[in-house]
């Protein structure tokens, strides 16, 4: 309740948490409000946005609604960045805990793997992955994943390194606790507060990537996102800059409000923790 | 007379930091009996944890022998020595650093029966409400969380984690230190009551011989990782014949001969 009401007192939280909400209402009203395949043709071609009520923001080159592409494209962009962040932080959290307790051997090899995903730009893997796998939803997202967890992972190590040597483990142990139950029901728990911080930053670059993937034609061929939206109004960028512009300002705005969100939800728990 | 509970011999220990070997342990022997109170005495520095640390396998010796119950407690490992654990608990120093800071009470107490199948699914939550009372605390603490109750109540509570497996010995390292003096009595009667009642040895590690002359059968005096001298606690505290007993003992406050107001 406090920390609701701390969270409410900052601006930027507040304002991040209004555009996330206005985006989970588009993702989850788009079935309702444009009920048709968004795909389909609804009017005439290169409509101009606010010229006809019933298709508000114009129609694109092929003659689709502009405001159905972004309700849908919500969904894509909200269930990319969620599912791979969640993925991300997941994966992350087990290989940083598992290198971090068990040290030695299985921690150089762990980091060692951490190491190599990290040297590869996170953008090329999704990119060779997305183009060997096939695009799909599930692909896109197991895409972003693998180029993701690599800070969570060090994040958690660095945190479980610190924690292992407290006098509480070491009651575990004393009271016989089997290594692995340690690990993660002793250890990883406490560990996570730090990891859960990164993740606004990695639904963000998630969102980010899905959009650039899409942009290069490697997104779900058979969803509307709004990274695909961009690059088919490249085309007509000079005759109809609204088509680029529109699924643009989305995807910026959706950004900084996962940002400004996450930043104030860090806020409010470091503050809490202080307190504590 | 029948074989010692606990005997260790040529314990020793050394860090390598930095390049250099620093000795934290040298030839420590000791022996410690059946419902005995075995006191380790010593400054800080002096190697007194890191005999709990290597009896408790936190931390592997160098050379030397422990053996408990007839075991060699050294070459246990994995399996074999999670077996063992239940035979040979610990009550920590800090109380606020012991224990999960995530974890209630009642979870605390009921890990080791769980971990050890000390007690069937349902009969535990009754287990742990029994192992509360022994400690004199209130079965109804059970759903508090570990942080909302008082340090003195903490170390209460990790004695009873130490005893629910019924332990033969378990090795108290600076146990009553960080708790206030009068919660310092209650929790060594309570020491003292259980004793009585199950034969329970105590490793008793501490730097205040006031504290070691009211629970301690013998003594054994630290210093710079070695013993220095093994007694009766009476002797010791009457008569002590090393260096760094004779310090402790004239740092001891005592009742008997107040502060004369000359000295002052």
Redesign the interface.
Known sequence: MIALRRFLRTPEAVAGALILAALLAMALSAPWFFPRDPQSIAGPALLRPFQDWTLPLGTDRLGRDVMAGLFHGARASLAVGLAAAAGAILIGAVVGTLAGFAGGLLDEILMRITDAFQTVPGFLLALAFVSVAGPSLATVIVAITLGAWTGPARIARAEVLSIRE???V?????????PLEIAFR?IL??ALPPVLALSSVIVAAAILTEAALSFLGLGDPNRVTWGGMIAEGRAVLRSAPYLSIIPGVALVLTVLGVYLAGEGLVETSATRRMNA | MSEPLLAVSGLSKHYRRAGRTITALDGVSFQVNRAETFALVGPSGSGKSTVARLLLRLADADAGSIHFEGQDLMALRGEKLRAMRPRLQMVFQDPRSAFNPRATVGRVLDDPLRIHGLAGRDERPRAVETLLERVGLSPALTLRAIHEISGGQRQRVAIARAIATKPSLIVLDEALSALDVSVRADILDLLVSLQLDEGISYLFISHDLGVVARVAHRVAVMDAGAIAETGEARQIIAAPSSPIGKALVAAMPSLAQPVSKEAE
Not at chain 1, 170 to 178: C, D, E, K, P
């Open positions: 407290r006098d509480y070491a009651g575990a142990r004393v009271i016989g606790m089997h002793e728990p406490n």
